[in-house]
């Protein structure tokens, strides 16, 4: 039970220290500190290239994928050397952002399913920032349900042993940005929904390709939609067998818990800083009774996930595997920040409908409320994350399952799926 | 960094666990909530001939020198099983009183009779209603002579001495305040058992009419040693409350998976599961919180009051939402009085109040993360 560093982890945070503060883009600094919420905040160039700049340099400097091998371009560090990195690179992590899905979900697919010569090739210069990925997962039929996904992947008739894809996915963060994309389609219909999958890679230049971007709720446009018409995929760019897609897609999914849920923010520190700030009756807010209460809970939210997360590594560091269990994370910040930006807009009185540069704090509780019933759902919607603890943690059956026999072409399907 | 207990002191825990097992089973909670006895003092002596009373006090006075991050573990265990013993008040209490203000002779007369259980140690602070601050306190001592009425006092009828907050010297507000031993026993001291939700603890009401006190630390820094040592308990009590929470958890899904309706386990149920997955969530972020108390309490951190309020608030927290849906859970059945969901419901709530209720330990939270501590807990 120890919070300070050992020698030797004292010598690692002294190295990364110097290393950032002889190379990171202090330029960018003030920018970056007065980021609103969900963004980079750097105006003063372009985003992406700030950010591959950032990357590139780090990888240079074999400080990029910190818990990868080195063969793949990472730095072979320990968990705890990846958690004192993040401490010391500080506001510059903000740039990362392209970066999460590959790094995160797609780079530890491709390294648990891909041939030697293929990881060789692909991992390098997505560690470096150099070629961003995208996940393309979800379809407008197939969410939760993920199994139950329509996009299909057939044979070619030239009889070259390639794929032929037709279908669409939604919810693709980045596509736009992306060089390459992980596939999950349907092989089989006639086997059940799980059985019938298969997992892919792609350019996301092939032809047949199309990347829109979708309108959300809070009028960003951050995720995606992409159809493919006839596209062909190489046999070789299959991860995993025919029909191991489900398989495949579980390393995929428990690492984008992992890395959503480690060290999200629910907002506190934000709030708190403003319940200093506001007034309430010429008062500061924070000693008004009801609101100490408030701040409290969530504070006490806040603090849990922090050392919650703090246990996950000292497991790690001593050679555990960190399991389903650290599904916890995403489902308190997501709903913890919903909570607190609806408390921050009250206290804020009936200004707090007004989004604009006047609004406390630049109107990151406002941008908070709009975004944060889609961080309730992407990377495994509450409920999904209820149901993994409740059956993966606590060991309680799983729901009755009406189409598990059922081959996937006989599942009823709603009107408003087909269409 | 390192946020885990060692092997040596999970195999400590792992011994009273097994301890608690065999000598605590519901029946003996049972025995204390309807019967006279205050405690079940058999057990208490047995806990002490283990150690475990005695765990972080000092070898020179009797007990077995290891740290707190060993008595916190033990506090799970007490709270896993409901135990129905004056620990809280004697250990985690008087003992640290003792321990943080106590002369030479106080500590060499107490300290070795409260780890070997031969005495009992009680905190008397509370008089009445409502949130407790300088100006509620009346009991008052001149020359020598303790006058007052303290209600209620967990554990005063047990106890052989009690550790009374009372006005004495010149001092205003928080400095009006000073600590006092006062043997149980003796002149001037009526106890009474009160009534409460849960009879497996005891709590009296102390009146004194010139009982003989005993100053504890100096005269009018009553208020600040209080404070100080409260927040120490409040650690070691948000251990008993993550036992608590752990075991109520733990019997919701046990009986989940074994209470058959509509032809299937109610735990097939989402409503029943998503239930048990947010008592495991609090459970957790409880857990978490409750270690860095641990942490603070053993190292001596700055951040120690920052972190007794967030492992208390969490840990109340979550054995209130545990014990409370572990009934639910139980359906019909969990609302009678010979399933022992009740002895859990009775004890979260008790313990929720212990120290000061939920709404105090919030505001305190706040109040000292303002006063420089953000970093800590964000």
Redesign the interface.
């Given at each position: 039970m120890d919070f300070e560093d050992t020698p030797e982890e004292g010598a690692f945070r002294a190295k990364a220290r110097a290393w950032i503060d002889a190379n990171a883009p202090k330029h960018l600094e003030a920018e970056l500190k007065r980021a609103g919420f969900a963004s980079s905040g750097v105006e003063s160039e372009d985003p992406m290239d700030a950010a591959k700049a950032w990357q590139k340099k780090k990888a240079q400097a074999g400080w990029a994928c910190l818990h990868w091998p080195k063969a793949y371009g990472g730095g072979a560090y320990s968990p705890i050397e990846r958690v004192i990195w993040g401490q010391e690179e500080g506001v510059y992590a903000a740039l990362s952002g392209p970066f999460i899905i590959g790094h995160g979900m797609c780079g530890p697919t491709v390294m648990a399913w891909a041939k030697e010569a293929q990881k060789q090739r692909l991992l390098p210069p997505l560690a470096a920032g150099e070629e961003i990925w995208c996940q393309l997962f979800s379809e407008p039929a197939g969410g939760s349900d993920l199994a139950g996904l329509r996009t299909r992947a057939a044979p070619a008739a030239d009889g070259a042993g390639d794929w032929i894809i037709n279908g669409s996915k939604v919810w693709t963060s980045g596509a736009q940005h992306s060089q390459w994309g992980l596939l999950i389609a349907r092989t089989d219909a006639d086997v059940p929904k799980h059985k019938g999958l298969t997992m892919f890679f792609l350019r996301m230049d092939s032809p047949g390709v199309e990347v829109r971007p979708i309108k959300q709720a809070n009028g960003q446009s951050g995720f995606n939609e992409v159809f493919f018409t006839d596209v062909r995929i190489p046999d070789a760019q299959r991860l995993g067998a025919v029909g191991q897609g489900w398989e495949v897609s579980l390393t995929t999914l428990m690492n984008e818990r992992l890395s959503i849920g480690s060290g999200m923010s629910t907002g506190f520190p934000e709030l708190f800083r403003f319940c200093l700030e506001a007034q309430i009756d010429g008062r500061p807010a924070v000693d008004d009774a009801a609101v100490r209460s408030r701040l409290a809970q969530f504070a006490v939210k806040q603090s849990g996930l922090k050392y919650t997360g703090m246990r996950a590594i000292t497991a790690l560091s001593k050679g555990e595997t960190p399991g389903p269990e650290n599904s916890i994370g995403k489902l308190v910040a997501g709903a913890t920040m919903q909570e607190l930006a609806m408390f921050a807009l009250d206290l804020q009185g009936q200004a707090g409908v007004v989004q604009d540069a006047d609004s406390p704090m630049n109107a990151r509780f406002q941008a908070m409320l709009l975004r944060s019933p889609a961080t309730r759902i992407e990377g495994g919607s509450d409920e999904i994350l209820r149901n993994i603890i409740a059956e993966r943690v606590l060991g309680l059956p799983g729901d009755i399952r009406v189409d598990k026999t059922v081959a996937f072409k006989d599942i009823p399907s709603g009107a408003r799926a087909k269409a | 960094?390192?946020?885990?207990?060692?092997d040596d002191q999970k195999a400590l825990q792992a011994q009273v666990r097994r301890f608690l097992a065999e000598k605590c089973p519901p029946a003996a909670v049972r025995a204390v909530l309807e019967g006279p006895a205050p405690y079940d003092r058999a057990l208490y002596l047995g806990l002490a001939e283990l150690g475990a009373l005695g765990v972080a006090i000092p070898e020179e006075y009797g007990g077995m020198g290891l740290s707190h991050?060993e008595l916190c573990l033990i506090a799970e265990e007490l709270g896993r099983v409901v135990a129905p013993l004056p620990v809280a008040s004697s250990i985690y209490l008087a003992a640290e009183f003792l321990l943080q203000a106590g002369s030479e002779a106080q500590k060499a007369k107490w300290l070795p009779r409260l780890a070997s259980g031969e005495a009992v140690g009680a905190f008397a602070m509370v008089e009445g209603q409502g949130r407790m601050a300088p100006d509620k306190i009346q009991a008052t001592v001149r020359s020598g002579r303790l006058s007052g009425v303290k209600s209620p006092v967990a554990d005063g009828v047990a106890a052989d001495f009690a550790i009374v907050a009372a006005r004495a010297g010149p001092g205003r507000g928080e400095n009006a305040i000073s600590l006092f031993i006062v043997e149980l026993a003796g002149a001037g001291v009526t106890r009474e058992t009160l009534e409460t939700i849960d009879p497996s603890l005891s709590y009296a009401r102390l009146t004194f009419d010139g009982a003989p006190a005993e100053p504890l630390g100096a005269e009018g820094d009553g208020w600040r040693i209080a404070g100080q040592v409260q927040d120490r308990a409040a650690i070691l009590m948000a251990f008993e409350q993550l036992g608590g929470a752990d075991r109520t958890?733990i019997m919701a899904?046990d009986y989940?998976?074994e209470r058959m309706a509509f032809g299937?386990?109610i735990?097939?149920f989402?409503a029943?599961?998503?239930m048990?997955?947010?008592m495991?969530?609090s459970a957790?972020?409880?857990?978490?919180?409750c270690?860095?108390g641990?942490?603070a309490l053993?190292?001596g951190s700055s951040e120690l009051p920052v972190a007794a309020?967030?492992a208390r608030?969490?840990a109340t927290?979550a054995f209130q939402h545990c014990a409370k849906n572990n009934i639910q859970v139980h359906g019909g059945m969990g609302f009678t009085w010979a399933f022992d969901c009740h002895l859990y419901y009775r004890r979260s709530n008790a313990l929720a109040l212990a120290l000061g209720s939920q709404?105090t330990?919030?505001?305190l939270?706040?109040?000292r993360?303002?006063t420089g501590n953000?970093e800590a807990?964000?």
């Open positions: - | 960094m390192n946020l885990d207990f060692s991050l958890l899904r989940a998976l299937r386990p735990g097939s989402q029943i599961k998503h048990l997955a947010d495991y969530v957790t972020l409880a857990r978490s919180n270690y860095y641990a942490w053993a190292s309020a967030t608030v969490s927290q709404s330990w919030e505001s939270l706040i109040e993360m303002r953000l807990a964000a």
